[in-house]
């Protein structure tokens, strides 16, 4: 299923500003609601996926698989009102199967480290950078759910409640995966020269998930 992306100009979007009407425009098809709909949730969904993912090589392509995953599923949304927070979820349940793709692809293809082609990623340079690279390295051994707890709160900073409802889990459920993840992030970050000065230095994984 393919997404148009600007079918539908600036008097479409127009059209569809509020959530119900545009909610109503996607399940009637409509090219300009569509255009509408990338054009509103497009730069959430990339920022989350982003976080979420890391320099990951097929970011657009998942881009686009959330959109067709969102259009597809439209008619299952009860609450028009809910637009933004389903979005997230559908973006969170793609991008968990994005990373368990990863996973199976890493025990099925073995490649030197100098073969593999350099990530375009967006972000700063010099140590920040090595920052942000030594970070994704530590969550990329997490377990998936734990992993995407972990952005969600600490690097996206949604609130508890958020995060649990984009994870589709129980309050209880998120702050174990929460209690999972800093345990295990905390203990592989120290082994990075980086991530460990800056942990003895403090930070907000200190605190517990909680809070």
């Given at each position: 299923m393919g997404v148009p992306l600007r079918a539908g100009g600036a008097a479409g979007a127009v059209a569809f500003l509020g959530d119900a009407a545009l909610v109503e425009g996607l399940r009637a098809g409509e090219p300009a609601a569509i255009a509408a709909f990338y054009d509103r949730f497009a730069p959430l969904v990339l920022r989350l996926?982003?976080?979420?993912?890391?320099?990951?090589?097929?970011?657009?392509?998942?881009?686009h698989d959330v959109f067709v995953r969102a259009l597809g599923a439209i008619g299952e949304l009860e609450d028009p009102g809910a637009l933004r927070a389903w979005v997230t979820t559908v973006t969170v349940f793609t991008a968990r199967s994005t990373i368990q793709r990863r996973v199976r692809r890493r025990w099925l293809t073995f490649r030197a480290p100098e073969e593999l082609p350099e990530a375009e990623a967006p972000g700063p340079d010099g140590e920040v950078n090595e920052a942000l690279r030594a970070t994704y390295a530590v969550l990329d051994g997490l377990p998936a759910d734990e992993r995407i707890a972990f952005v969600l709160r600490f690097v996206e900073g949604l609130e508890l409640t958020e995060t649990a409802a984009a994870c589709g889990v129980s309050l209880a459920t998120i702050k174990r995966r929460l209690a999972r993840a800093e345990e295990q992030f905390t203990r592989a970050a120290r082994g990075h020269a980086v991530l460990g000065d800056w942990l003895e230095g403090g930070s907000r994984w200190g605190a517990k998930s909680g809070r």
């Open positions: 996926l982003w976080r979420v993912l890391g320099a990951e090589r097929e970011l657009d392509d998942v881009l």
